[in-house]
């Protein structure tokens, strides 16, 4: 995978992002941050959603023992609720950029929305599968975020939180009928709010 921004930012300092878990009616949003070392590249870096669990994970594993910076932030789910999910979305991003040491010189962010912020940045659509601080990024909040998903099976079991990772799957609703919203639901969110309104 080719930067496709190379030729216009040449500096070390380039950070990637991306955020995951959007879709889902449970959970935090989660993004993340990573300035990669030019001197150790990573082979195999893409969009998260194309590798498998297992691949994601030894990814993972060479961004934060390679990368020159690499942060993850999020927005909770009382934050969702509140902001609605895009904004939601931005403010973690905003946070993982905001945690990154050193800090970046340029920033390029998965989409087509940047978050209000001083960062000289561009927003890169498709950027998870043409950018590889933006894949990098992609697979250490993907990994993160499943991995939050199944601490959250342990604590409300039944509703397969470990298999669907919070999206609408038809599991997810029926257990959402059978056994009720639980505080890590998003209130706001369609089948989740209707559910609550209903007698």
Do not use: C
């Amino acid at each position: 995978m080719n930067d496709l921004f190379a030729v216009d930012y040449h500096g070390a300092d380039l950070a990637g992002v991306d955020e995951v878990g959007r879709g889902p009616l449970a959970g935090e949003v989660v993004a993340a941050a990573v300035i990669l070392d030019p001197l150790r590249p990573i082979e195999g870096l893409r969009d998260s959603k194309k590798l498998t669990a297992t691949r994601r994970e030894e990814l993972a594993q060479l961004i934060r023992e390679r990368a020159l910076a690499w942060s993850i932030a999020s927005a909770t789910v009382a934050e969702i609720d509140e902001l609605n999910i895009l904004q939601a979305s931005l403010l973690a991003m905003h946070r993982a950029v905001q945690a990154l040491k050193p800090q970046p010189g340029y920033v390029l962010v998965d989409g087509n929305r940047l978050p209000r912020w001083q960062y000289a940045s561009e927003a890169v659509v498709r950027g998870d599968d043409r950018v590889p601080a933006i894949a990098a990024a992609s697979i250490l909040a993907k990994v993160y975020r499943d991995s939050a998903l199944i601490e959250l099976e342990a604590l409300y079991p039944g509703y397969g939180f470990a298999t669907h990772k919070g999206y609408p799957t038809a599991a997810h609703l029926q257990a959402l009928l059978t056994l009720g919203v639980t505080p890590v639901h998003r209130r706001s969110f369609g089948p989740v709010k209707k559910l609550l309104s209903t007698p």
